[in-house]
C-alpha cells in the first residue's frame, strides 16, 4: 500500500489534524482524472504509478471535494514507508528462520519433536481425566479418588501419599472387579508381548499365555521357512540391525534372531539350503534328519496334536484357579478322549503284542473320557440338561480335528517355500548359457529371487502361526481376555 506513495509524513499529517485540517488519499485513473481541478480543489498529486494518479486532499471540518469521476479513497497506514520495509525485513528473516526450522525437522527430528508434544499432550489428558473422575466428599472439601496399584508399588505409593498427607485405602479387588492387567514375563516371554497384544490382554482372573505359546510360535516360524540359508540371512541382518536402531527397537531384533535361528534348525533337519535339497546329494544325504514329506506332514500334525492338548492341560490350570476343581473335570475328559483316540489309532505302533493291549486300554479310557464329558461339562444345570448338553459338545469333536487339520499349513507353507526356492535356482541357472554377462544376471536373478521368496515366505511365516495361537491354542486353553492394560497416571516419557 505505502510503496507508490512514496515516504508519507505521519507526524506532519498528525499535526495538521491538530489544525483542523485532515488529509485524505486517493487513486484515480489518469485517463478519467482533469488537472484543472488541481487549481479549483485543495487536492495535490503525491505520485504517478502507470496509468494510475495517487493524490492528497487537505480539507477542513465539514469541507469535501466535488465529484470526481474514477476517484477511490486509499486508507494508509498509520506508519512511513521505511518503517514499513524494516517491518518487512524482519518477516522475511523470521520466514527465514522458519523455513530452516522446518528443513531441519524434515531431516530426521520431526518424529521426536511431535513424539514430544504427543506425550505432552497425553500426560495433560490423562491428569484432566483423573481430576474429573474424583469424587467430592465433605460439602466439596475433600476429593475421593479411586485406582489401581500393583501389589509391590503399594508400599512406595502409601509413603508418597503419607508424605503429603492424604488418607489411603487399600482392598484386595472383589470377583466382577474389572481390573486393568499389567504383564509380568520373563525375558524372553517378554519378545512376545507385542504380539499378545495384537490379539487381546487376558483377564485379571485367567492364565498369561504369552509364555506359554512363545516357544510354539518360535518353532512354527522355523517350519514355515524352513530354510537353513534364509535363516542365517535372518538372524545376520537382525544382529546387524541391533546396533543400528533406537533402545526400545532391539527388542525386536532378538526376536528376529529367535525366528532366524529357528529357521536355519528346521533347515538343517530336513535338509534345505536356499532351495537346494541335500537330499538329492548323496554324500549329504544321511545327515539329513527328515528327508522324507510325509514324515513332514505326520510332525506338523504332531505339534498341532501337542499344543492342543497343552493349552486343554492350561484350560484345565485356569479353571481350578477360577471356579474350582469340579468345573475342570470336563476339560480333563477332553484331554483323557483325545489321547485315546490317539492311542486307538497308533495302538499298531506298538507291535503286534502289545498293540492290542493299548487299543484295548484306550477304548476303556476312551469311554471314561465320554463319561466325564457327560456328567460334568456344566455343573450349574440338573444331570438331564447336562447330559445333553454333553451329547452336543460330543458332537463338537468335529472342530478339534477340524483345528487340528489347520495345523497342516505348517507343511504347506514349508514346503511351497522350498519348491519356490527350487524353481529360483532352476530359472537362474539357464542364464548362465548366455555369453559374456550370463555369470553376473545368474547372481542378480539368485539374489533377487530369494530375497524375494525369503521375504514372501517372512510373511507367511508370521501371520499363520498367529493364527494358529489365537484361534487353534486361545480356543483349546478356554482364553477369554478383553483385560484393558495397566497404565498408571505418571508424566510421560
Same mark, same amino acid.
Given at each position: 500500500?505505502?510503496?507508490?506513495?512514496?515516504?508519507v509524513?505521519v507526524?506532519t499529517?498528525s499535526r495538521l489534524?491538530?489544525s483542523?485540517?485532515?488529509?485524505?488519499?486517493f487513486?484515480v485513473p489518469?485517463k478519467k482524472?482533469?488537472?484543472?481541478? &488541481?487549481?479549483?480543489?485543495?487536492l =495535490?498529486? $503525491?505520485a504517478? %504509478?502507470?496509468s494510475?494518479?495517487?493524490? /492528497?486532499?487537505?480539507?477542513? +471540518?465539514?469541507?469535501?471535494?466535488?465529484?470526481?469521476?474514477?476517484?477511490e479513497?486509499v486508507?494508509?497506514?498509520a506508519?512511513?514507508?521505511s518503517?514499513?520495509?524494516?517491518?518487512?525485513?524482519?518477516?522475511?528473516r523470521?520466514q527465514a528462520?522458519?523455513?530452516?526450522?522446518l528443513?531441519? &525437522?524434515a531431516?530426521?527430528?520431526a =518424529?521426536d $519433536?511431535?513424539? %514430544?508434544e504427543l506425550?505432552?499432550?497425553? /500426560?495433560?489428558?490423562?491428569? +484432566?481425566?483423573?481430576a474429573?473422575?474424583?469424587?467430592?466428599g465433605v460439602?466439596?472439601?475433600?476429593?475421593i479418588?479411586?485406582g489401581?496399584?500393583?501389589?509391590?508399588a503399594?508400599?512406595?505409593v502409601q509413603?508418597?501419599?503419607?508424605?503429603?498427607?492424604?488418607?489411603?485405602?487399600?482392598?484386595?479387588?472383589?470377583?466382577?472387579?474389572?481390573?486393568p492387567?499389567?504383564l509380568?514375563?520373563?525375558?524372553?516371554?517378554?519378545?512376545?508381548e507385542p504380539?499378545?497384544?495384537?490379539?487381546?490382554?487376558p483377564s485379571?482372573?485367567?492364565l498369561d499365555?504369552?509364555?506359554l505359546?512363545a516357544?510354539?510360535?518360535?518353532l512354527?516360524f522355523g517350519?514355515?521357512?524352513?530354510?537353513?540359508?534364509?535363516?542365517?540371512?535372518?538372524?545376520?541382518a537382525?544382529f546387524v540391525?541391533?546396533?543400528?536402531?533406537?533402545?526400545?527397537m532391539?527388542?525386536?531384533?532378538?526376536?528376529g534372531?529367535?525366528?532366524?535361528?529357528?529357521?536355519?534348525?528346521?533347515?538343517?533337519?530336513?535338509?534345505?539350503l536356499?532351495?537346494?535339497s541335500?537330499?538329492?546329494?548323496?554324500?549329504l544325504?544321511?545327515?539329513?534328519?527328515?528327508s522324507?514329506?510325509?514324515?513332514l506332514?505326520n510332525?506338523?500334525l504332531?505339534l498341532g496334536l501337542l499344543?492342543?492338548?497343552f493349552?486343554?492341560?492350561?484350560?484345565?490350570?485356569?479353571?481350578?484357579?477360577?471356579?474350582?476343581?469340579k468345573?475342570?473335570?470336563s476339560?480333563?475328559?477332553?484331554?483323557?478322549?483325545?489321547?485315546s483316540?490317539?492311542?486307538?489309532a497308533?495302538?499298531?505302533?506298538f507291535?503286534?503284542?502289545?498293540?492290542?493291549?493299548?487299543s484295548?486300554?484306550?477304548g476303556?479310557?476312551?469311554l471314561?473320557?465320554?463319561?466325564?464329558?457327560?456328567f460334568?461339562n456344566?455343573?450349574k444345570?440338573?444331570?438331564?440338561?447336562r447330559?445333553?448338553k454333553?451329547?452336543?459338545?460330543?458332537?463338537?469333536?468335529?472342530?478339534?480335528?477340524?483345528d487340528?487339520?489347520s495345523?497342516?499349513?505348517l507343511f504347506?507353507?514349508?514346503i511351497?517355500?522350498?519348491?519356490?526356492?527350487?524353481?529360483?535356482?532352476?530359472l537362474?541357472?539357464?542364464?548362465?548359457?548366455i555369453p559374456?554377462?550370463?555369470?553376473?544376471?545368474?547372481?542378480?536373478?539368485?539374489v533377487v529371487?530369494h530375497?524375494?521368496?525369503?521375504?514372501?515366505g517372512?510373511?507367511?511365516?508370521?501371520v499363520?502361526p498367529m493364527?494358529?495361537?489365537?484361534v487353534?491354542?486361545?480356543?483349546?486353553?478356554g482364553?477369554?481376555?478383553?483385560?484393558?492394560?495397566?497404565?498408571?497416571?505418571?508424566?510421560k516419557?
Amino acid at each position: 500500500l505505502l510503496l507508490p506513495w512514496g515516504e508519507v509524513p505521519v507526524e506532519t499529517i498528525s499535526r495538521l489534524a491538530e489544525s483542523g485540517i485532515g488529509v485524505r488519499t486517493f487513486a484515480v485513473p489518469e485517463k478519467k482524472f482533469d488537472r484543472t481541478l &488541481l487549481g479549483t480543489a485543495p487536492l =495535490a498529486i $503525491v505520485a504517478e %504509478a502507470g496509468s494510475r494518479l495517487y493524490l /492528497a486532499a487537505f480539507l477542513r +471540518a465539514g469541507e469535501d471535494l466535488p465529484e470526481i469521476d474514477g476517484l477511490e479513497e486509499v486508507r494508509l497506514p498509520a506508519r512511513g514507508l521505511s518503517e514499513a520495509l524494516a517491518g518487512q525485513e524482519d518477516v522475511s528473516r523470521k520466514q527465514a528462520g522458519l523455513y530452516a526450522r522446518l528443513d531441519a &525437522l524434515a531431516s530426521g527430528t520431526a =518424529a521426536d $519433536v511431535l513424539r %514430544a508434544e504427543l506425550g505432552k499432550v497425553v /500426560a495433560e489428558t490423562d491428569y +484432566a481425566r483423573a481430576a474429573l473422575s474424583a469424587e467430592s466428599g465433605v460439602e466439596e472439601r475433600v476429593r475421593i479418588l479411586q485406582g489401581w496399584v500393583p501389589r509391590p508399588a503399594e508400599a512406595a505409593v502409601q509413603t508418597a501419599c503419607d508424605e503429603r498427607g492424604v488418607v489411603t485405602i487399600a482392598e484386595d479387588p472383589q470377583p466382577g472387579d474389572d481390573v486393568p492387567i499389567h504383564l509380568k514375563n520373563s525375558r524372553f516371554a517378554r519378545l512376545f508381548e507385542p504380539i499378545t497384544r495384537l490379539f487381546s490382554l487376558p483377564s485379571y482372573a485367567e492364565l498369561d499365555l504369552t509364555g506359554l505359546f512363545a516357544p510354539f510360535f518360535t518353532l512354527f516360524f522355523g517350519f514355515c521357512l524352513g530354510d537353513a540359508g534364509y535363516g542365517l540371512v535372518i538372524m545376520l541382518a537382525s544382529f546387524v540391525a541391533r546396533f543400528k536402531v533406537k533402545p526400545d527397537m532391539k527388542p525386536f531384533t532378538t526376536l528376529g534372531m529367535l525366528f532366524g535361528f529357528s529357521t536355519m534348525l528346521v533347515g538343517v533337519l530336513t535338509g534345505t539350503l536356499f532351495g537346494v535339497s541335500l537330499v538329492e546329494l548323496p554324500q549329504l544325504r544321511e545327515y539329513v534328519l527328515i528327508s522324507d514329506q510325509g514324515m513332514l506332514f505326520n510332525l506338523a500334525l504332531g505339534l498341532g496334536l501337542l499344543q492342543i492338548l497343552f493349552g486343554m492341560c492350561v484350560q484345565v490350570v485356569n479353571r481350578v484357579r477360577q471356579y474350582g476343581f469340579k468345573s475342570a473335570i470336563s476339560t480333563m475328559g477332553w484331554i483323557v478322549l483325545l489321547l485315546s483316540i490317539v492311542g486307538l489309532a497308533g495302538g499298531d505302533a506298538f507291535g503286534p503284542e502289545a498293540g492290542p493291549k493299548v487299543s484295548s486300554i484306550a477304548g476303556y479310557t476312551a469311554l471314561f473320557g465320554v463319561a466325564l464329558i457327560l456328567f460334568f461339562n456344566d455343573l450349574k444345570v440338573n444331570i438331564f440338561v447336562r447330559i445333553g448338553k454333553g451329547v452336543y459338545e460330543l458332537y463338537n469333536i468335529t472342530g478339534v480335528f477340524g483345528d487340528l487339520l489347520s495345523y497342516v499349513r505348517l507343511f504347506a507353507l514349508g514346503i511351497s517355500s522350498g519348491i519356490l526356492g527350487a524353481v529360483i535356482n532352476q530359472l537362474s541357472g539357464q542364464l548362465l548359457g548366455i555369453p559374456v554377462v550370463g555369470v553376473v544376471l545368474y547372481a542378480v536373478a539368485l539374489v533377487v529371487g530369494h530375497t524375494g521368496n525369503m521375504l514372501l515366505g517372512m510373511l507367511g511365516s508370521f501371520v499363520h502361526p498367529m493364527r494358529l495361537t489365537f484361534v487353534e491354542f486361545y480356543k483349546s486353553a478356554g482364553f477369554s481376555g478383553g483385560g484393558k492394560e495397566y497404565k498408571p497416571l505418571a508424566a510421560k516419557k
